[in-house]
């Protein structure tokens, strides 16, 4: 629902009458306009509710999907795996839809219609959404307690009974009937919350195999959301540094016609539309019939395959930027950022393709695994930690490359990021992100292999 009023508010700041002669000043490339305070309060507000709205709407209704699939079924359980390839496919196609026709309605027609028109599909599909809901599966809570309460009630056990020896904890485990496995023996010290220091079994004093068994599970996530953060900060690149490497490239498709340096970033979801197909349809039976997984490949396999191509994309984006500077010096365009550099805005898309690529194996798997590995009430808020990883991501980005900007630029030498992108080292930030992604992947392998999933 916040998302119609953003989009609603949107469309409203669009459609107001922005121009006033009074508030507009003469300058020597025309005429420079103000907008009313009442549009740009309305305008940024707007954001605001539609990022607020995304912030609830992407995990909670992806969840509530998969739950539609019963898990204690077998065929139902195989289709929920594919059910986040479909899911990601549906999410790019209509990125797709949004490059191709609203950007060329945003910018030839009306902004009001650009933003207009998915506000109008968005109370379609609340719409379409509302109208199955006597027909959904819903959750029921078993427990009395809340997820979080008996969560946080191991961990404080943990602490508080440190001093249970291990051979008490064996004995206690021994007593419940569970038998050594690979994932008892994963964060030993949350087993002392199954005994009480005195001994005693007294209500609120120790907690349950179940609940413990929860506690792990959260935890797990903790070293794979840690080793994905660099995917994040190179995924970030793909619209930053790769939108300003096609700027100053040869982007023409006819004489007369330019693609935007922008609208490259269209491959990335071309590759996830077509790919995803393939991926389900085809490579996912004939891992099956290898592996006997439902799923082909587990889902830490999936993720750290698409690591690896993201750090292929690294270096092919580093070659490339390479032969971009190596071209303006071979032309005399070093010292000239506003000239074209005489190199087709098409050496570009292989790094687009292997972003593509990546995130069709990565961040599916990721949305998978943060969903199957939570407690069914925490699911939605393990979807959100998946999320965030993205959002810190592009925070880690900003962060380093400002200490690369003031490291490589102290003392008045040129940084790594000047304005000129021919004198520029962006290649050398590439060769740098490679070598965090591998080393990022070694980490990753460690962890994952230690999860025994």
Not at 144 to 169: D, H, Q, Y
Not at 289 to 297: N, Q
Request: charged share 15%; hydrophobic share 45%.
């Amino acid at each position: 629902m916040k998302l119609v009023q953003g989009l609603g508010l949107l469309t409203l700041s669009a459609s107001l009458p922005s121009l006033n002669t009074s508030g507009c000043q003469k300058a020597d490339t025309g005429i420079l306009c103000f907008s009313p305070q009442l549009q740009v309060i309305i305008f940024f507000f707007s954001l605001y509710l539609v990022a607020f709205g995304q912030g609830g709407h992407k995990p909670c209704v992806q969840a509530f999907g998969a739950d539609q699939f019963d898990a204690q079924d077998p065929e139902e359980f195989q289709a929920k795996s594919s059910f986040f390839n479909w899911w990601y496919f549906g999410l790019c196609s209509g990125t797709v839809i949004a490059f191709l026709v609203l950007n060329y309605i945003q910018d030839n027609l009306s902004w009001v219609l650009g933003f207009g028109i998915p506000c109008i599909m968005m109370v379609v599909a609340l719409v379409v959404f509302l109208s199955g809901r006597t027909t959904y599966r819903y959750s029921v809570n078993r427990h009395e307690k809340s997820p979080f309460v008996r969560i946080g009630r191991v961990f404080v056990l943990a602490v508080r009974n440190w001093r249970t020896s291990s051979s008490a904890i064996a004995a206690e485990e021994e007593a419940q009937g569970t038998l050594p496995s690979e994932s008892s023996k994963q964060y030993k010290f949350l087993n002392k919350a199954l005994l009480a220091p005195d001994g005693s079994k007294e209500h609120g004093k120790v907690c349950s195999i179940g609940e413990l068994d929860e506690a792990k599970s959260v935890l797990r996530l903790v070293p794979i959301w840690a080793t994905s953060l660099v995917y994040a900060v190179v995924l970030a690149q793909s619209s930053t540094f790769f939108t300003k490497q096609g700027a100053t490239m040869d982007r023409s498709i006819t004489a007369r016609v330019k693609i935007p340096a922008a609208s490259l970033q269209l491959f990335i979801s071309l590759t996830i539309v077509l790919s995803i197909p393939i991926y389900d349809r085809i490579f996912v039976p004939l891992a099956r019939s290898w592996t006997g997984r439902p799923s082909g490949i587990t889902m830490l396999q999936r993720i750290g395959a698409g690591m690896f191509l993201s750090a292929i994309s690294m270096v092919t984006a580093a070659l490339v930027e390479m032969k971009r500077l190596k071209t303006a010096q071979v032309y005399g365009l070093v010292g000239k950022p506003e000239a074209m550099v005489p190199m087709s805005v098409w050496w570009l898309v292989p790094q687009y393709v292997l972003i593509g690529l990546s995130q069709m194996l990565t961040r599916v798997g990721l949305q998978e695994f943060f969903y199957d590995q939570v407690p069914n009430e925490l699911r939605s808020i393990g979807l959100a930690l998946y999320l965030s990883i993205f959002g810190v991501g592009s925070f880690l980005s900003s962060f380093l490359i400002s200490a690369i900007e003031n490291a490589t630029g102290g003392n008045g030498g040129v940084s790594w990021f000047p304005n000129n992108l021919n004198q520029a080292h962006i290649d050398y930030f590439y060769w740098l992100l490679s070598a965090l992604s591998a080393t990022e992947l070694a980490l990753y392998l460690y962890f994952a292999k230690k999860l025994h999933i």
